[in-house]
Nanobody, 113 residues
């Protein structure tokens, strides 16, 4: 499974960005897909995930601001981020559980104050 993440960039606080993660396989078969992030000097942390195409899970710090979704026709998972804060600045990684654990390359999100 290959995961291609995109959509990062520089945005002002309060702004929005949408991250995309394109998978090389039919994501309908992937049990869990999600986004993690790693800020400088910090451990990688879960941001949001979709489980079995039905349920979603969010970190408390992003609830109400971020939305994870998937489009099976495009084999893509999205992370819509709104009301961004400087503390959201991090490298964001796409992740999938499908007969193993797979990571995409990171995409940098920088939120300026």
């Amino acid at each position: 499974v290959q995961l291609q993440a995109s959509g990062g960039g520089l945005v002002q606080a309060g702004g929005s960005l949408r991250l995309s993660c394109a998978a090389s396989v039919n994501i309908h078969n992937i049990n869990v897909m999600g986004w993690y992030r790693q800020a400088p000097g910090k451990q990688r942390e879960l941001v949001a995930q979709i489980i079995n195409t039905v349920s979603t899970n969010y970190a408390d710090s992003v609830k109400g601001r971020f939305t994870i979704s998937r489009d099976s026709t495009k084999n893509t998972v999205y992370l819509q981020m709104a009301s961004l804060k400087p503390e959201d600045t991090a490298v964001y990684y796409c992740h999938a559980l499908f007969s193993g654990s797979y990571w995409g390359q990171g995409t940098l999100v920088t939120v300026s104050s």
